[in-house]
């Protein structure tokens, strides 16, 4: 099993996965009904979210995510060699 080493996580990749737990969360709002409408505007809304999941879940999963150490020392081995 890898641990998870939370120490030499980049902030590229905790932004990339902070994006897209949040779109989710608001995907699955949208979904339960549970939005602050002032405007009706719901398709759109819908829309919107959908489009906002998607692409921040086909960034994060494009991106290196390396949350274990042996991820990591491989990201930093690839960055010396560039």
Not at 17 to 42: H, P, R, Y
Not at 43 to 49: N, Y
């Amino acid at each position: 099993m890898k641990k998870i080493n939370l120490k030499g996580v980049t902030v590229q990749t905790w932004v990339r996965t902070l994006v897209l737990v949040i779109a989710l969360v608001n995907q699955g709002l949208v979904m339960a009904g549970i939005t602050k409408n002032e405007i009706s505007f719901d398709s759109w809304e819908s829309i919107g979210t959908y489009i906002l999941t998607a692409v921040t879940a086909v960034w994060s999963w494009w991106k290196n995510n390396s949350f274990t150490q042996n991820a990591q020392d491989a990201d930093e081995a690839y960055n010396l060699n560039k």
